[in-house]
């Protein structure tokens, strides 16, 4: 198990940008497939990037390939999401995720934050 901090939400303009952090403490940070999620209100959590062990291969959502870029420092570990040109659809509370598999559902993932909040403003 890891247990993971999320950091660096806010509330942005649209057009801004924000850098969230998600801090993991534990064994083996890693051998894990980090992944972020975000859940809006009256919605279900979706998938929005993951990333490899190693930090070399990504995957993201259509709605922020482009946009979001995630990336690892496992010397830190630490898993970062920079988030640029931000819309109001944006508007989110976002979840760090950690978990053995490559996958694109809350179910791959075994290891949640507690989340933080993205607000964006039009």
């Known amino acids: 198990q890891v247990q993971l901090v999320e950091s660096g939400g806010g509330l942005v303009q649209a057009g801004g940008s924000l850098r969230l952090s998600c801090a993991a403490s534990?064994?083996?940070?890693?051998?894990?497939?980090m992944g972020w999620f975000r859940q809006a209100p009256g919605k279900e959590r979706e998938f929005v990037a993951r990333?490899?062990?190693?930090?070399?291969?990504?995957y993201y959502a259509d709605s922020v390939k482009g946009r979001f870029t995630i990336s690892r420092d496992n010397a830190k570990n630490t898993v970062y999401l920079q988030m640029n040109s931000l819309k109001p659809e944006d508007t989110a509370v976002y979840y760090c995720?950690?978990?053995?598999?490559?996958?694109?559902?809350?179910?791959?993932?075994?290891?949640w934050g507690q989340g933080t909040q993205v607000t964006v403003s039009s």
């Open positions: 990333i490899s062990w190693t930090g070399v291969t990504t």
């Open positions: 995720a950690a978990g053995r598999v490559a996958g694109r559902v809350a179910d791959d993932f075994g290891s």
């Open positions: 534990g064994r083996s940070f890693s051998s894990y497939v």
